[in-house]
């Protein structure tokens, strides 16, 4: 009986995961930075609109970044056995995303230079945006190298079923 196979990310797996991983990074940047010229710029009365198009910028560039991350662990996945890194690395997208707009959320909210109505407004709007972000960026099944290995070789007991106990296929 031949040994169970380990699963391992191949080179081109993990050169494009760290491709993928690179660009959400980033878009996770630019939209920190978006946040920070909304802070700085926008939180005026007179500025609500722009603030909103903002919301919705930072929004998107939160959600690409949650996505690029989420399909580059589908390439190169953490291990099960290493907990808190395998928690990081497939619910980042979640944190990131909340942290896209916690800061700006607060600061609309406490900001006494604001009217209530721009308070309710733009606050309203900017915790949806939050929401939606922690929510996009969570992985509710998020893969491992334990469940590829479990697939794996669930796949070649399949394949020596079927094929008399040879684990070969020919194309």
């Known amino acids: 009986m031949t040994e169970p196979k380990i699963f391992e990310a191949s080179p081109e797996a993990k050169g494009q995961a760290k491709q993928l991983r690179l660009f959400a990074i980033l878009a996770w940047l630019l939209a920190m930075a978006g946040q920070v010229f909304a802070i700085l710029k926008l939180l005026h009365n007179e500025t609500m609109t722009w603030l909103i198009v903002a919301i919705v910028i930072i929004l998107a560039l939160a959600i690409t970044g949650s996505m690029l ?64 972000a922690g929510i996009t960026g969570i992985d509710f099944n998020p893969p491992s190298i334990e469940k590829y290995t479990k697939e794996i070789n669930e796949q070649t007991a399949t394949l020596k079923t079927i094929n008399k106990d040879i684990d070969h296929v020919y194309w």
Not at 92 to 108: C, K
């Open 69 to 132: 991350w989420k399909k580059a662990n589908r390439l190169d996945p953490a291990s099960e056995k290493d907990k808190t890194r395998f928690f990081i690395q497939n619910q980042l997208g979640a944190i990131l995303g909340v942290l896209a707009f916690l800061p700006m959320v607060i600061l609309i909210f406490t900001n006494k230079n604001l009217d209530g109505k721009t308070k309710g407004i733009a606050g309203t709007i900017a915790v949806l945006a939050m929401l939606v």
